[in-house]
């Protein structure tokens, strides 16, 4: 069974900087399709960044020179940073199988998130 668990949310200053991740079991990381997505309050999931299986990444606009997706295979973790939030980028984050297109799909799995809130 696949199992992945976030952690690294809190309450952070806009502009400083917050590093999530995401232990997975059950699985391998960088065999994987692995992805961040999001929920803004009153939002629907919002998808981030993915990285793919061979190394591959790619962002979404709002993610893009912000936020840099990692993996560690040794922790078998996947990594999020964020760099200099924003308001706006107050979410949970949920870390999630499959790339892109896929991870909305069914046979993917999302973990239970990690709650940041970016306030002064």
């Known amino acids: 069974e696949v199992q992945l668990v976030e952690s690294g949310g809190g309450l952070v200053q806009p502009g400083k900087s917050l590093r999530l991740s995401c232990v997975a079991s059950?699985?391998?990381?960088?065999?994987?399709?692995m992805s961040w997505v999001r929920q803004r309050p009153g939002k629907g999931l919002e998808w981030l960044v993915s990285i793919y299986e061979y190394g591959a990444m790619e962002y979404a606009d709002s993610a893009k020179g912000r936020f840099t997706i990692s993996r560690d295979n040794a922790k078998n973790t996947l990594y999020l940073q964020l760099n200099s939030p924003i308001i706006e980028d107050t979410a949970m984050y949920y870390c999630?199988?499959?790339?892109?297109?896929?991870?909305?799909?069914?046979?993917?799995?999302r973990g239970q998130g990690t709650q940041v809130t970016v306030s002064s």
């Open positions: 999630t199988t499959g790339g892109r297109f896929e991870w909305r799909t069914g046979g993917n799995s």
């Open positions: 059950g699985l391998t990381v960088g065999t994987v399709d």
